[in-house]
């Protein structure tokens, strides 16, 4: 079976950073297409950010483009997500997602994955 298992989340305060990890298991992660997502109390999950599986190419929701990192470690099978720059709002519980399957054109709907972790919690002081 494949599991995910997320780590690194902590309590910062707004300016910090963090690294989220996700160790992967029964699956590759050079090949699959994966994903972060947040949630947070009252509110839908939210896409983060998306690694392809085909190749490099990364996407991010508007609201961490230029803090945010999704990046892997093929040797490791592990996904990342460097977070710096962390605002009050960031705060949410962090999940990695994998998929089985390409995704052309729907890396922001949580349907595409197949796999999810547990969570991470994030929380974002003033």
């Known amino acids: 079976q494949v599991q995910l298992v997320e780590s690194g989340g902590g309590v910062v305060q707004a300016g910090d950073s963090l690294r989220l990890s996700c160790a992967v298991s029964g699956r590759t992660v050079r090949r699959s297409a994966m994903a972060w997502f947040r949630q947070s109390p009252g509110k839908e999950r939210e896409f983060v950010a998306h690694?392809?599986?085909?190749?490099?190419?990364?996407y991010y929701e508007d609201s961490v483009k230029g803090r945010f990192t999704i990046s892997r470690d093929n040797t490791k099978n592990t996904l990342y997500l460097q977070m710096i720059s962390l605002r009050p709002e960031d705060t949410a519980v962090y999940y990695c997602?994998?998929?089985?399957?390409?995704?052309?054109?729907?890396?922001?709907?949580?349907?595409?994955?197949?796999?999810w972790g547990q969570g991470t919690q994030v929380t974002v002081s003033e």
């Open positions: 997602a994998a998929s089985d399957h390409v995704i052309v054109s729907a890396v922001r709907m949580t349907r595409s994955y197949k796999d």
């Open positions: 690694i392809r599986g085909i190749n490099d190419n990364t």
